[in-house]
């Protein structure tokens, strides 16, 4: 069984505050509901996704539930040849005091968000969910073939895959320079709807972008049965 140092919850923090890799491996749901600021969600299955992503020598920590889910992540990162500096278990608000949280929503959701977007008829400028109408931003973190196929008129093409994905350096804020071109600066007038076939690689792609300061929506959905229901539309690059 590999082993790593335990991390006390203030050291955690401080670990966050400079910059350094946190990953969470939590169930998405969970991680969206409630988290720490700054650690980004990586389930057990989508630990391969840390290979060729990380810079070489890199510190990073793990946070789990529950002792099982550490021990499943730490086993394995242990078959990838990565080992952890240290680890913690519990939840959040016992880890540290810097709590976030983003919503979890639907395509259905986004093209809502967009039709309120565009329309603006509220002179208070409020939206579906009693909050201050925010631009929507879509970002997909499909791979080429899959944005490529079929992808939403506008949506920022983000792949989350070693070698390509959107963020490479250990700091927040570092954007890989194409993509810094075509996202908007993290404002609060804006919102990344983060989304890729199924929900599971954007969960990961919106924790690297609230990361770097970007408000963010997670799209829990499948892109497949929301085409085939008539909820969206897909452009294509052929």
Same mark, same amino acid.
């Given at each position: 069984?590999?082993?790593?140092?335990?991390?006390?919850?203030?050291?955690?923090?401080?670990?966050?505050?400079?910059? !350094?890799? $946190?990953?969470?491996?939590?169930?998405?749901?969970?991680? =969206?509901?409630?988290?720490?600021?700054?650690?980004?969600?990586?389930?057990?299955?989508?630990?391969?996704?840390?290979?060729?992503?990380?810079?070489?020598?890199?510190?990073?920590? $793990?946070?789990? /539930?529950?002792?099982?889910?550490?021990?499943?992540?730490?086993?394995?990162?242990? @078959?990838?040849?990565?080992?952890?500096? %240290?680890?913690?278990?519990?939840?959040?608000?016992?880890?540290?005091?810097?709590? =976030?949280?983003?919503?979890? $929503?639907?395509?259905?959701?986004?093209?809502?968000?967009?039709? %309120?977007?565009?329309?603006?008829? &509220?002179?208070?400028?409020?939206?579906?969910?009693?909050?201050? @109408?925010?631009?929507?931003?879509?970002?997909?973190?499909? &791979?080429?073939? !899959?944005? =490529?196929?079929?992808?939403?008129?506008?949506?920022?093409?983000?792949?989350?895959?070693?070698?390509?994905?959107?963020?490479?350096?250990?700091?927040? /804020?570092?954007?890989?320079?194409?993509?810094?071109?075509?996202?908007?600066?993290?404002?609060?007038?804006?919102?990344?709807?983060?989304?890729?076939?199924?929900?599971?690689?954007?969960?990961?792609? =919106?924790?690297?972008? %609230?990361?770097?300061?970007?408000?963010?929506?997670?799209? &829990? &959905?499948?892109?497949?049965?929301?085409?085939?229901?008539?909820?969206?539309?897909?452009?294509?690059?052929?």
């Amino acid at each position: 069984m590999p082993t790593s140092t335990p991390m006390r919850p203030h050291e955690l923090g401080r670990r966050l505050d400079v910059g !350094e890799w $946190v990953f969470d491996v939590r169930d998405p749901r969970s991680f =969206a509901e409630e988290h720490l600021y700054g650690t980004v969600n990586v389930t057990v299955p989508q630990l391969t996704h840390l290979v060729g992503v990380l810079p070489a020598g890199a510190p990073f920590s $793990v946070i789990g /539930g529950t002792a099982h889910e550490l021990d499943e992540a730490l086993d394995r990162l242990a @078959v990838l040849g990565l080992t952890p500096r %240290e680890t913690a278990v519990g939840r959040p608000a016992d880890l540290g005091p810097a709590l =976030a949280t983003y919503p979890r $929503v639907t395509f259905r959701d986004l093209v809502r968000a967009r039709r %309120e977007t565009n329309s603006r008829q &509220d002179p208070a400028g409020r939206g579906w969910d009693d909050e201050p @109408v925010r631009r929507a931003v879509v970002v997909d973190a499909r &791979d080429a073939a !899959e944005y =490529a196929r079929g992808h939403l008129r506008g949506a920022v093409h983000a792949p989350l895959r070693p070698g390509t994905s959107m963020i490479r350096e250990g700091l927040p /804020g570092r954007i890989r320079r194409p993509l810094r071109k075509t996202l908007p600066l993290p404002t609060a007038g804006t919102r990344l709807w983060v989304h890729c076939a199924d929900g599971t690689r954007a969960s990961v792609a =919106a924790g690297l972008l %609230e990361r770097a300061g970007h408000e963010v929506a997670w799209l &829990d &959905d499948d892109l497949e049965t929301a085409c085939r229901d008539g909820v969206l539309r897909l452009t294509s690059l052929f």
